[in-house]
C-alpha cells in the first residue's frame, strides 16, 4: 500500500489525501486517535489508523499524512486544544508535534505547517480572550474516553426568504473584495442603481493603508452615487469615475464630485454588507495569512501584527458611511457565497433545511458554509489551504512563486487547493501538461507574452501589466478546442472531488451540493469539464454553477438582465447586499 502511493507521488502523479484515509483506516493497525475541542467547547473526534511502516521514505509519507490532516482540521475548524491518543510505535509522531506546528514560537517566526496556528491565535483571542493558548496533549490509546455524542443538526426559522422584501426600502452597498479587483453594487429601494468594478494587486501592497484606504474611498464613491440615484439624480452619476479602468486619483474626483452635486441629497447607507478573502470572526478579519496580505508579511520595516491590526478593523472604519442607526456586515467571501445561494433558492421555493455550501473559484478557492438555520459558523474555514495532494513529487522543487510549483504561496507547504482548484492550479498544469501534449497553444501563450521567464522561474507576470486575467481567459477559451486544454480543467474538477472528500469527512456538512463561483465557472464548457473531473473522485457529487439560473430575486433578477455585467461577475456583490440586511429582520426595523 505505501509502496503503491510513493511510486505514484515519485511518478508525478496526485496522491489525494482522502484515498490515503481510506487506505490506511482500511489497513492501518496503530491508534492516531485525535480529539479537538472547538471554540464552542464541543468536542469531535477523528479517530485516525496508521499503518506499519519500514523505510524512511515510508515513515515520511505516514507522518506527511498526520501533520496534513491535522493541518485541514485546524485550518477549518480551527481549535483550543488538540487530544491526540496513541499507542508506543505512534506515540513519537504525536510528541514531535509541537516542533512540527511550531506552537512555541512567536507569530512572525512560524513557517509551514505552524502558519494555521497564526490564524487560530488570533480568532482565539477574539472568542476566548487574549490568554487562551492553544496546545497538543499526548495521551495513552487505553485512557481514551467513548467517543462524544455527534451534536443533532442545527436548525431553525430560515431567514433568507424574507431578505428581499428587507432590502427593498433602504439603501444598501454590497462590497465582494477580491484578490484582484473589488466589486460594488448601491441598492436603492430595491433596484441596483450603481455599479462598480475596481481592479487591485494586494498581495503586492506594503502597508495596511494601501489595501483600506481604497476600500474606503470606493464606499466613499458608491455612497455620493447612491445619493444621487435615491433622489431622482441618475443623470448627475459621474461616469468616468464608475469606470472599471478609473484610477484613484479618478474615484476620489468623481466622489468629491458627486458629493458636491448632491448637496443635502447626499445620505448614508442603511447597511453596509461586505466579504473580505480572509477568516472573518464576528465581522473581524482575524486571519492574517493569506496571499493578499502577503506584501505587508514580508515588509520588515513595519510591525506586520500593527499593520493588520488595522486591516482587522475595516468594518468599523466603513461605518463612516452609514446613516445613523446602519449596520456594517462582514463575512468570508466563501460564506457570502453560500449565503447568496441559499437567499437565491429560498425565493425559488427550495429545500433550505439542509443549509448550503459554496466554492468561489478564481485567484483563490473560497469556501462557504450556511447551516440550516441561516446562521455561519464561527470558524476559520481556509478550506483554500488544504492540503489534498500527498504526491507530484517533482513539482514540489519549484519556488511557490514559480507557475510550475505544488507549494503555497503563504506557507511553502505542497499539495494545497491553492495551487489546485482556482487560477493558479490552470496556470501550473498548462505549463506541466502542454509543452508535450499541445505544443501549438502552449506557443501561443509564450508568444503572447501569458508567461515569461525570470532567472529560474516561469511565471504570469503581473507587472507592468497583471496578465492573470487574460492568461486564465485564454486558457478557458481553448477548453473548447483543444483536449489538452479541456483536460486540464478536467484536472481541476478532480481538485474539487478530492475537495468535497475532505471537507465532508472534517466540517460533516448536512449539505452535500456544491455551488459554484468565479471566473472559472463563467463558460458553460470550462464547468462542465469541472463536473467531469468532480465525478471521477465523487461519482454522486452534484455542483451547480452561479449563472443566470441563481436569478431568483429582485435584485438577482436585475443583474441577470443588466446588458454590461453578469450574475458571475456580481453575485456575491449582490448577496452582500441582502446579508447587511439580516439585522433589519432581528430587530423588527
Known sequence: MLDAFLRRAAADEPVYIGAVREAFQREGVHPFHCRVTLYDGTVRSFPLTLPDWSTPREAAFVADYVHATLYNILSALGAVHIDVYTDDRTRPLAEGLDAVFQTALPKDRRTGYGKCLNVNERTLAVLCGADQRFA?????????????????????????????????????????????????????????????????????????????????????????????????????????????????????????????????????????????????????IVGGETYKTRGMRENRELDYEAQFAKITVLADRLRAYCAPGGVVRNTNDGPMAAFTTAVEQAAAGQDASDGF?????????????????????????????????????????????????????????????????????????????????????????????????????????TEPEDLRKPCLEFFMEKAGQDEACAEIFRQIGESLGACWVETDYILRPEAKDRTLYGRLVKSPVCFRLLCQGANRIVPALRQYAADGSLAN?????????????????????????????????????
Request: a negative charge.
Open 553 to 589: 430575486t429582485p435584485l438577482m433578477r436585475q443583474l441577470e438582465a443588466h446588458p454590461d455585467y453578469t450574475v458571475a461577475q456580481f453575485a456575491q456583490a449582490v448577496g452582500a447586499v441582502y446579508y447587511g440586511c439580516v439585522p433589519f429582520l432581528a430587530d423588527g426595523r
Open 136 to 284: 497538543f496533549r499526548v495521551c495513552d490509546a487505553s485512557q481514551e474516553p467513548p467517543e462524544p455524542a455527534v451534536p443533532a443538526a442545527r436548525r431553525g426559522r430560515s431567514v433568507f426568504a424574507a431578505l428581499p422584501e428587507a432590502a427593498a426600502g433602504r439603501m444598501v452597498l454590497g462590497m465582494d473584495v477580491g484578490g484582484t479587483d473589488v466589486k460594488l453594487v448601491a441598492a436603492v429601494n430595491g433596484r441596483l442603481a450603481v455599479f462598480k468594478e475596481f481592479d487591485w494587486f494586494p498581495a503586492a501592497f506594503a502597508r495596511a493603508e494601501q489595501l483600506v484606504d481604497p476600500l474606503l474611498l470606493l464606499a466613499r464613491l458608491l455612497r455620493a452615487a447612491a445619493s444621487l440615484c435615491a433622489a431622482g439624480r441618475d443623470a448627475e452619476l459621474d461616469g468616468a469615475a464608475l469606470d472599471r479602468h478609473a484610477s484613484l486619483a479618478d474615484v476620489e474626483r468623481g466622489a468629491a464630485a458627486m458629493e458636491a452635486a448632491a448637496g443635502a441629497d447626499l445620505r448614508g447607507f442603511d447597511a453596509i454588507g461586505l466579504c473580505f478573502p480572509d477568516v472573518v470572526i464576528r465581522d473581524r
Open 357 to 461: 455550501f459554496a466554492h468561489t473559484l478564481g485567484t483563490e478557492l473560497g469556501t462557504g458554509w450556511v447551516l440550516p438555520d441561516g446562521s455561519i459558523p464561527e470558524i476559520p474555514l481556509e478550506v483554500y489551504n488544504f492540503i489534498i495532494d500527498l504526491g507530484s513529487a517533482p513539482q514540489r522543487q519549484y519556488e511557490a512563486d514559480d507557475v510550475r510549483s505544488v507549494n503555497n504561496f503563504n506557507t511553502g507547504l505542497p499539495g494545497t487547493l491553492q495551487k489546485f482548484a482556482c487560477q493558479s492550479g490552470v496556470f501550473r498544469l498548462a505549463a506541466r501538461d502542454l509543452p508535450a501534449r499541445s505544443p501549438a497553444v502552449w506557443q501561443e501563450a509564450l508568444d503572447r507574452g501569458l508567461f515569461v521567464r525570470r532567472g529560474d522561474k516561469l511565471l504570469v507576470p
